[in-house]
């Protein structure tokens, strides 16, 4: 008997071990922007079995996956996903920060060096040069050369840059509803790309307008449309039935019709350049982005996020039919995922009594310039306040003889003064401070690279938020932590784990998955569970 269960225990290590031998064909990365984990669960009656619910029922679900730094915001998420680490090694500390010499924000993906390609004008581009470490797919790329073919895509240029990589043969991200990309990656767009934007395929989503999907009952957990802080997408209208006009065309990516052009346009690239179609592996991201606009303009609450939802379901089901048509499930692994999570509107939360509230930059930091004034006799000495960072000027202060200790100082006493300001840190405190693995100090110093951040952190309490818009994200609390994490296809097998994880761990696993180097600052561990 126990040379069979030996024998049985053998073989069966041996099936597992020959999942993993078989080359994948493909892998598919997909960041849905602002996704909260509570959004698979909160929808799940009203998502379709071709969706949400297969990648759940059939593939390997971790459920309590986390940012481990802050702030937990669009580009630093995008670049963490493929290095597997931190703003800390990655050095995308946020979607911009501020370059004291030069007085101007700095985009994580501006180049100057690059011009727009399918653009009207011929502008400065974009390109992944500011992301400091190497993403899976470049290691990918090392490894197998020309042979491997690489693409990111996105409705957001820095969602196809920054997880595409640095090798990438080719991102596309969309001006309006035309598909773009940067003379980084090539000289013309493909002749694929020139049809799909000579279809005009936007305008065939926006013209009918946008109601609900479903009969209004199938939307239980929605209390009111219509909600005062909702700004909407065009001025004036913020409740269902939305009319567009074809100058609204612009607007696509703030419509779920953004999130439907993205797919067709992923579905048309698997085609075009035949993806998944050799011995060697390819590597697709895909950003979905609408459900960032959407969230920014109506909060997680809301009739239209939740809409957007079940049609993002519809467009995975259209997704995983080509995939499996085209590329064959066992060939293929499919990673969704997001770059964050998203709170609820603070004035919202006020309502349902909850204590929440709101603090303003532009008061916050004009009193702050004015009362560093009075102390000191000096004005403009906040040269920005962005993000919940200050920047200060150092030099006019040494100038007037103020030194950089007492002028931190009394900047730390002024802000923690203000309701909703929880605490206040200086660059230099989290930079050379020791922490607990997981406490709040720790993830601001991950978010921390000592060259592309501000002077001052000060930090919110849960629930509340900068008011510029509807509802934002950025802390290092759950509520913009908290993350949907499945793997599905290829050798994952259905499953699902509870135990906390981190995002920085995805990058590793797929390296171990296929068989290529980490990422050269990765330090993420690989999720075991799927290699068991």
């Known amino acids: 008997m126990k ?68 702030p937990t915001r669009t580009a630093p998420g995008h670049a963490s996903l493929l290095t597997g680490t931190t703003p800390s090694r990655h050095g995308i500390t946020s979607n911009n920060w501020f370059d ?84 980084y990656y090539m000289r013309t767009l493909p002749e694929w790309v020139v049809s799909f934007n000579a279809a005009a395929r936007g305008w065939q989503y926006m013209k009918g307008g946008w109601d609900l999907l479903l009969p209004s009952e199938n939307y239980p957990k929605i209390r009111q449309d219509d909600r005062s802080f909702e700004k909407g997408i065009v001025a004036g209208r913020n409740q269902f039935p939305y009319d567009f006009k074809k100058s609204d065309l612009e607007h696509i990516a703030a419509t779920p019709f953004g999130n439907s052009l993205l797919t067709d346009l992923a579905i048309t690239c ?70 964050h999570a998203g709170m609820h509107n603070a004035g919202y939360l006020q309502t349902e009594k909850y204590h929440a509230g709101f603090t303003y930059k532009k008061q916050l930091s004009k009193g702050l310039d004015t009362h560093l004034e009075s102390i000191f006799g000096i004005s403009d000495l906040v040269l920005r306040l962005r993000d919940e960072q200050v920047y200060l000027d150092f030099k006019k202060a040494a100038q007037h003889g103020v030194k950089k200790n007492e002028l931190v100082g009394h900047v730390k006493k002024w802000l923690v003064q203000f309701p909703g300001i929880r605490a206040v840190y200086t660059k230099t405190e989290l930079l050379e401070g020791s922490f607990r693995a997981g406490s709040v100090r720790d993830m601001l110093q991950r978010g921390i690279h000592p060259k592309r951040t501000g002077d001052i952190f000060f930090l919110h309490e849960p629930g ?55 990422p050269n600052a990765a330090d993420g561990q690989p999720l075991i569970e799927l290699f068991e």
């Open 464 to 518: 509340w938020q900068s008011q510029y818009l509807v509802a934002n994200h950025g802390t290092p609390y759950t509520q913009d932590t908290h993350v949907p994490h499945i793997w599905f296809g290829g050798p994952v097998s259905a499953g699902q784990s509870v135990a906390k994880k981190s995002i920085t761990d995805i990058a590793p696993t797929l390296s171990f998955m296929l068989r290529v180097p980490l």
């Open 3 to 70: 040379r069979f269960l030996v024998a049985i225990l053998i073989f069966w290590g041996i099936q597992i071990q020959a999942q993993f031998d078989r080359p994948l064909k493909l892998v598919v990365f997909v960041v849905v922007d602002q996704m909260r984990y509570d959004y698979v669960d909160r929808f799940w009656e009203q998502y379709t079995d071709k969706g949400f619910k297969t990648l759940v029922g059939q593939g390997f679900n971790y459920r309590n996956t986390h940012y481990n730094y802050a």
């Open 270 to 339: 698997i085609e075009s350049e035949g993806l998944g179609q050799t011995d060697r592996t390819d590597f697709l991201t895909i950003g979905y982005s609408a459900t960032d606009y959407i969230g920014h303009r109506y909060g997680a609450g809301s009739l239209e996020i939740m809409d957007t939802y079940l049609r993002l379901d519809r467009d995975l089901g259209r997704l995983l039919a080509v995939l499996d048509n085209k590329v064959g499930r066992k060939n293929y692994v499919l990673v969704l995922t997001a770059d």
């Open 100 to 183: 004291k010499e030069e007085r101007i924000a700095i985009s994580p993906i501006a180049d100057s060096a690059t011009i727009g390609i399918g653009t009207l004008e011929k502008r400065p581009s974009v390109s992944p040069k500011k992301l400091l470490a190497s993403t899976v797919n470049d290691e990918l790329k090392l490894a197998l050369g020309a042979k491997a073919k690489v693409i990111g895509l996105g409705l957001k240029d820095r969602a196809a840059v920054l997880t595409a990589g640095h090798m990438a043969d080719a991102a596309y991200w969309f001006s309006g509803s035309k598909v773009v990309s940067s003379s």
